[in-house]
């Protein structure tokens, strides 16, 4: 059997975990989710007396550190943890095609979930906030960097661990959101400092961080990371045993 072009491949992977990813009940939950960033955005606009700084602290803490993590990790977690159980990765296997283009179909499946579930509201809460353009474009740029990150960590935990979602909870929670906070060297290995980085470099408004990259810093290394987690995905894969 002919070997299936890498994108032909991606393509395949892609729209095969995509199916398997999207059920009414996640959907609803994430999407009922989604609404409180809304609703806090409304109120914090309403309330502040300085907008532009109320909504970077509130994009950064609430998008970037909660809500965009927390649904990268429900997604990418499962876009390949979950298929050795329900033998949508056997399907896969039997198909002519590289262990890459399975590791970056199943990232852009989740990514492909993700963006509308955090990046809609993340703007439409920039907006109620009312603070400017300067905030709108930051939280888009910024949200979308995230969760490309997010997804490419997720997606390789997914492979290395049981319980795939308890452990993400302990890494944006524990050590993003208080080990990061306390220790340097932590914190350059947290995606959320870099994305904080960028929307308060692009906005204009300084917070008293304990890692501050630069922008192009901070892209940089976003890229990085979800090269490298696909990358060590994919070498992860290639061990993995298939019932």
């Known amino acids: 059997m002919a070997k ?12 095969v975990l995509l199916k398997q990813l999207i059920s009414k009940g996640r959907l609803i939950g994430i999407s009922i989710l989604g609404l409180l960033p809304i609703l806090l955005g409304w109120i914090i606009g309403r309330q502040s007396e300085d907008p532009l700084e109320a909504g970077v602290g509130f994009v950064s803490y609430m998008g970037l550190s909660i809500l965009i993590p927390v649904i990268a990790l429900i997604f990418a977690s499962a876009s390949l943890g979950d298929t050795r159980e329900d033998g949508t990765l056997m399907y896969l296997w ?11 179909g199943a990232w852009t499946a989740s990514v492909t979930i993700t963006l509308p ?23 888009i740029l910024t949200s979308i960097l995230a969760v490309c990150a997010y997804c490419g960590i ?7 661990v049981k319980n795939p979602v308890l452990w993400g909870l302990a890494y944006i929670f524990v050590w993003e959101a208080t080990i990061a906070s306390f220790a340097k060297p932590a914190a350059s290995l947290a ?7 960028i929307i308060t470099g ?3 408004v300084e917070f008293d961080y304990l890692f501050s990259p630069s922008q192009g810093t901070s892209i940089f290394m976003l890229v990085i990371i979800v090269v490298a987690a696909i990358g060590l995905s994919t070498v992860r894969l290639n061990r993995v045993e298939v019932p």
């Open 202 to 204: 692009r906005t204009g």
């Open 191 to 197: 995606v959320s400092g870099y994305s904080r980085a």
């Open 154 to 160: 997720f997606l390789l935990l997914g492979l290395m």
């Open 117 to 139: 579930l955090t990046v809609i509201p993340m703007v439409i809460a920039a907006i109620l906030l009312d603070a400017g353009n300067a905030l709108i474009s930051a939280t």
């Open 94 to 104: 039997l198909r002519p095609i590289s262990r890459w283009s399975v590791t970056g």
């Open 4 to 15: 299936i072009s890498t994108l032909r491949a991606t393509t395949l992977t892609h729209k």
